[in-house]
T-cell receptor, first 113, second 116 residues
Framework: DAKTTQPPSMDCAEGRAANLPCNHSTISGNEYVYWYRQIHSQGPQYIIHGLKNNETNEMASLIITEDRKSSTLILPHATLRDTAVYYCIVRVHPSSNTGKLIFGQGTTLQVKP | NAGVTQTPKFQVLKTGQSMTLQCAQD?????MSWYRQDPGMGLRLIHYSVGAGITDQGEVPNGYNVSRSTTEDFPLRLLSAAPSQTSVYFC???????????????FGPGTRLTVL
């Protein structure tokens, strides 16, 4: 699975959009981009995933560049409850391996009042 | 649905003791797995199962055993606890491996284990 690079930390004002970048320059054509987050002391939570098209759900939007070497997770109106570590994960689908999710260090997002 | 449940939430063991961490899901998921998370680090896969009766090792399986007799349950056994196994343990499940949607994993709340 391709490696990802994320900034270690970011701040965001409550009510503003939080834009979390992820670099995955070695991504292969059959690899998807997944985003999970982990709120303090809780289990990771799935947010969104995509292959090459932009995706949106009730939690967030995912913008993938045309060359697929980077992506941005957008939380449109961040709240204090969005303070968490956000993980960008790249992996193959359909998965014929262990189903393992490789969690890197992620980005710690601090939403401030 | 309760989702993925784990018991106990906290546990303290002495070196050499054995115990079983319980994991259950009520979503009829085929795939279940165990991860451990050490302070300030990402999750590492211990064991996984793609269905009842089928288990396999992840990247850090030593010192742990698993079994999958039912679709719902996937217990993790520590055979002889060591201080290096002090960690937070997460169980996860998904519908299976095959499509990007089915592979979305749901995590339990975790078990915080301390081995003295």
């Amino acid at each position: 699975d391709a490696k990802t690079t994320q900034p270690p930390s970011m701040d965001c004002a409550e009510g503003r959009a939080a834009n979390l970048p992820c670099n995955h320059s070695t991504i292969s054509g059959n690899e998807y981009v997944y985003w999970y987050r982990q709120i303090h002391s809780q289990g990771p939570q799935y947010i969104i995933h995509g292959l090459k098209n932009n995706e949106t759900n009730e939690m967030a939007s995912l913008i993938i560049t045309e060359d697929r070497k980077s992506s941005t997770l957008i939380l449109p109106h961040a709240t204090l409850r969005d303070t968490a570590v956000y993980y960008c994960i790249v992996r193959v689908h359909p998965s014929s391996n262990t189903g393992k999710l490789i969690f890197g260090q992620g980005t710690t997002l601090q939403v401030k009042p | 649905n309760a989702g993925v449940t784990q018991t106990p939430k906290f546990q303290v063991l002495k070196t050499g003791q054995s115990m079983t961490l319980q994991c259950a899901q009520d979503m009829n998921h085929e795939y279940m797995s165990w991860y451990r998370q050490d302070p300030g680090m990402g999750l590492r896969l211990i064991h996984y199962s793609v269905g009842a009766g089928i288990t396999d090792q992840g990247e850090v399986p030593n010192g742990y055993n698993v079994s999958r007799s039912t679709t719902e349950d996937f217990p993790l056994r520590l055979l002889s606890a060591a201080p290096s196994q002090t960690s937070v343990y997460f169980c996860a499940s998904s519908y299976g491996l095959g499509t990007s949607e089915s592979d979305t994993q749901y995590f339990g709340p975790g078990t915080r284990l301390t081995v003295l």
